[in-house]
């Protein structure tokens, strides 16, 4: 499955605290996906998605590295 997150993507997210978990559905013109995950794996990709944005922003300052 391949989720695109274009900057007119909807982003719902829907917490069930009692669990420990919550949903993100990302809807946009293409459909719709629902990520389901624990507090432990949203703190995963959480920390992925940082480490990208930062890895983006370095080569964006630095292109020839």
């Given amino acids: ?25 990302a809807e946009g013109s293409g459909g719709s996906v629902t990520l389901y995950a624990t507090r432990d794996g949203l703190v995963r990709l959480r920390d992925i998605l940082a480490k990208v944005v930062a890895q983006l922003d370095a080569a964006r300052h630095n292109p020839a590295a």
């Fill in 1 to 25: 499955m391949n989720v695109h997150v274009h900057e007119t993507a909807r982003l719902i997210p829907h917490l069930y605290t009692q669990e420990q978990r919550a949903t993100v559905r």
